[in-house]
């Protein structure tokens, strides 16, 4: 058995180690500076408390991204030399950030061991390679992201850091091999087991679904299906499950094969970086070579956002959540008996207030980032959430779970289908989400995000945005100056947010502007960029009249859309004329 030495180095601190809404990303070529990584892993191990990490077990794997090998050799001689007992590594270092959330919470080791924390190598849908992102995040015992109370800490030490811990003549271990490599060191027994990346996730989706009547639906000549995993780490998933367990055609699977630069794409699951899927389901500016599927879906890098198409037919993601929670209880046999609660995000359209009223659910509208949910969720209050960023999940887990998503949506189709597998036409994505619109009426929605503005500019903006908001009558006049065809504004706020479970309070999550007609803009700062700052504008407004919910959405949606870009003043602050993304 290899016996190791503890180093201690010493260290100065870096700016801006302050971890974001998903924990801390930057470009490659800042974590590669030397002691960067060693700074914010050691700050990390300093702020969890001590039985978190001497003789505890953690977790290190991530989305394969560019660096995370190197990152996983660095993390695991700190942890050894911060006396941790055991570290697991998903094969190749690879685990979705779901994946680790449910390895978290299920995985017991052969001696008994559960683990209490892990570092998450990721910068989700944000691009890989030498010259892009990289990242690392930290969750905690419950399978969630680290609160603020730990991120906060995490920051705070960086700032004063002088030393870290490290086992320098640990050898590297090989993570391409299943197994368990012993070691020890000044503080005894040291293990590194290396583990299939797939088995505890796949064993996780098997209670929570019907995988029989899934399959009955992927194998029946009648229905198509494409999976895009933009190259992410979901490819293992999505093979493993869909190919394997549920009887996919493996030619179903396009961009299944994690790559550290992801191809060189953009691994972010919408209508513009998702470009071959929406090309194949017939939503994309050239016709595709084939009839489309009748069903299509994606995932980020990290694999746990996702987009849901059907044929020539886009689901929002704020519709897909409504509707998942809506139809649960009968397609979804882990919510047989029905739902704790459901809760959204602030900016995600109201189409699931709409559900959870017409349920008696119990329903919650919190803060953007998924911690907000995992809190709900450890007490019992929330089933299903799901926010307008292409996040859909349930309390299976504290992340946000694409598969999980789209084996939620494959069981809808599947309940729906159940008798008419023989009959002339199955019931499609589109059926599904049309008749929902007619139960529920429609809450046409779009977004627009500015990436990359200048940081003081995108400031600016929003200070003014405030600013505006003191006098309502102010704000009308503007409003009727720019269109005469849209509401009045009832309410204009920055939302604020009192945790019903802890307390706790964030303030400045949003600019609201609310209509009378229950029409909403809402303007944010991204928490997610790693340059500038992105603006994101949600333009939302709800249609009841069932002989009105099938317009075009960006028809519907313009008289609103010029209202917001107007009233923000967007392209005299930004420079601007067009949004970068539209979703
Ligand atoms: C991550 C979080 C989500 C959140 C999203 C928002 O994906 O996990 O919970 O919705 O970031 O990103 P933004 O860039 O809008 O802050
Ligand atoms: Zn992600």
């Not at 905690?140 to 002088?162: H, R, S, V």
Request: one cysteine or more; proline letters at 4%.
């Amino acid at each position: 058995m290899v016996v190791f030495q503890v180093s201690r180095k010493e260290t100065t601190p870096f700016d801006g180690q302050k971890p974001g809404t998903s924990g801390l990303r930057k470009k490659v070529s800042v974590f590669i500076k030397p002691n960067y990584l060693h700074n914010f892993v050691q700050s990390t191990f300093n702020a969890l408390s001590a039985d978190k990490v001497k003789g505890a077990t953690i977790v290190v794997s991530g989305d394969g991204r560019y660096f995370s090998k190197d990152a996983i050799q660095i993390i695991i001689k700190m942890a050894a030399a911060n006396g941790v007992r055991r570290v697991w590594v998903g094969q190749n270092g690879l685990l979705s950030t779901p994946a680790v959330s449910a390895v978290i919470r299920e995985r017991v080791g052969a001696d008994g061991s559960k683990a209490s924390g892990a570092f998450i190598l990721t910068a989700s849908h944000n691009p890989g390679g030498p010259h892009e992102d990289f990242g690392i995040k930290y969750n905690m015992e419950n399978g969630g992201p680290a609160p603020e109370t730990i991120t906060d800490k995490i920051y705070a030490n960086t700032k004063t850091i002088k030393e870290y811990l490290i086992a320098e003549d640990l050898p590297d271990v090989d993570i391409s091999a299943v197994g368990v490599t012993h070691f020890n060191g000044p503080e005894g027994d040291f293990d590194v087991d290396v583990f299939d990346s797939t088995n505890d996730y796949v064993k996780l989706m098997r209670a929570i679904f019907d995988f029989e009547s899934i399959r009955k639906l992927l194998v029946s000549p009648k229905f198509t299906f494409c999976y895009d995993a933009l190259n992410g780490v979901a490819g293992i998933y999505a093979k493993r499950i869909f190919v394997e367990e549920l009887g996919a055609k493996e030619s179903s699977l396009i961009n299944c094969i994690p790559k550290e630069d992801f191809g060189g794409g953009h691994p972010d699951p919408n209508l513009t970086y998702a470009k071959e899927l929406v090309t194949r389901m017939g939503l994309g500016k050239s016709s595709p070579q084939d009839e489309p599927p009748e069903f299509g879906a994606a995932a980020d890098g990290d694999a746990d956002r996702n987009m849901i198409l059907g044929k020539r037919f886009f689901v929002t993601p704020s519709d897909s959540v409504a509707i998942i929670a809506a139809n649960a209880v009968e397609a979804i046999p882990y919510f047989a008996s029905g739902l704790k609660g459901v809760a959204r995000s602030m900016p995600t359209s109201a189409a699931l207030d709409v559900v959870a009223k017409n349920l008696g659910l119990k329903f919650f509208e919190v803060p953007t980032g998924w911690k907000f949910f995992g809190n709900l969720m450890d007490a019992g209050l929330c089933s299903i959430c799901g926010e307008e960023s292409f996040g859909t999940g349930s309390d299976h887990i504290r992340e946000k779970d694409g598969i999980w998503a789209v084996l939620a949506w494959l069981s809808i189709l599947a309940y729906k289908n159940k008798n008419n597998f023989n009959g002339e036409k199955l019931v499609t994505v589109e059926d599904i989400v049309v008749q929902h619109w007619a139960t529920y009426g429609r809450h046409y929605y779009t977004r627009y995000d500015y990436e990359n503005v200048d940081a003081a500019a995108a400031k600016e903006l929003m200070a003014y945005l405030v600013n505006l908001q003191s006098s309502l009558s102010d704000v009308n006049k503007i409003v009727k100056e720019i269109r005469t065809d849209v509401s009045n504004v009832v309410q204009a706020d920055e939302f604020e947010y009192k945790d019903p479970v802890d307390g706790s309070i964030s303030k400045h999550q949003g600019i609201r502007y609310l209509f009378e007609d229950g029409s909403r803009l809402v303007f944010r700062l991204s928490g997610t960029g790693s340059e500038g700052a992105t603006i994101r504008l949600y333009i939302e407004q709800y249609e009841k009249d069932s002989s009105k919910t099938q317009r075009n959405s960006q028809e519907a949606l313009a008289p609103l859309v010029d209202v917001a870009l107007k009233l923000s003043k967007m392209q005299e602050f930004t420079g601007r004329s067009a949004p970068t993304v539209i979703t």
